[in-house]
């Protein structure tokens, strides 16, 4: 791996869905530690190439990826790759919160535990609290690891499912629509806390707001009907687009 190579490299991918074809000819590369953010209306696919990148899209019957997604240069979707330790690798958040049905510190340890990353309790003691301190939740449950991660306000939750996708010390953070279901308080406590994870991680954000796209992200992708329309730095998609498309959907003509 060269300093400059992409941490994610996508070929030609194409996904269908049955008989329809969502995804269409992507080429991506997605650089480490920086924050990407796909943009672009409503079943545009961005959500869906976003699942292709830790095989999310395995776990529907009538999907078929095909093309090339490499990751630090190893194809993901090769046979000899396990789907479960690609997700350990490339963490996922969702759009609406999801914690476990577990204790707060439950919820951090789920994963280092099936996947064999601690040794002793002390071990895991210290990666829950880690995991918990870069979700930037620490302070506000380091009393109550007993309680319920359900018993959280929205923003922590989401919180807490940041710290949880942390905790199998992934590359990549994938996160889709994380804040959508959130008030402006947590919205602006979960970007500032994207912006400080991408000093760790490549992350790569979904997301339905070009505010938000425009003030957490270095990169940003336009995507508009199952195309990636156009792929650069966020300045310039936001003020010098080089695609009409683009310009359209910024300039709200499109959506």
């Known amino acids: 791996m060269t300093a400059d190579a992409p941490k994610i490299l996508a070929r030609n991918v194409q996904v269908h869905y049955a008989d329809t074809h969502a995804i269409k000819d992507v080429d991506?590369?997605?650089?480490?530690?920086?924050?990407?953010?796909?943009?672009?209306?409503s079943g545009c696919g961005k959500s869906t190439f976003l699942r292709c990148l830790n095989r999310m899209n395995d776990t529907i019957d009538i999907c078929r990826v095909s093309g090339r997604i490499e990751l630090d240069g190893e194809d993901i979707?090769?046979?000899?790759?396990?789907?479960?330790?690609?997700?350990a690798r490339v963490g996922m958040v969702f759009q609406k919160p999801n914690p476990f049905p577990k204790s707060i510190y439950d919820n951090i340890a789920y994963g280092p535990r099936i996947h064999g990353l601690a040794r002793s309790r002390a071990d895991l003691d210290e990666i829950v609290e880690t995991a918990l301190r870069r979700g930037a939740i620490w302070d506000e449950v380091k009393d109550r690891l007993d309680a319920p991660g359900t018993g959280l306000s929205g923003g922590q939750q989401q919180r807490l499912c940041i710290a949880r996708a942390v905790a199998t010390e992934p590359e990549v953070l994938l996160m889709d629509e994380p804040c959508s279901a959130l008030d402006p308080i947590a919205t602006d406590q979960v970007e500032n806390l994207i912006d400080e994870l991408r000093s760790r991680y490549s992350v790569v954000i979904v997301t339905h707001s070009m505010q938000q796209a425009a003030r957490v992200s270095q990169k940003t992708a336009f995507f508009h009907l199952g195309n990636l329309v156009e792929f650069g730095d966020t300045d310039q998609i936001f003020t010098n687009p080089q695609d009409p498309r683009t310009e359209a959907y910024i300039s709200g003509r499109i959506g």
């Not at 991506?28 to 209306?41: E, H, L, M, N, S």
């Open 28 to 41: 991506a590369d997605i650089a480490d530690r920086t924050v990407t953010a796909f943009i672009g209306p």
């Open 77 to 87: 979707y090769d046979r000899k790759v396990d789907p479960v330790r690609l997700r």
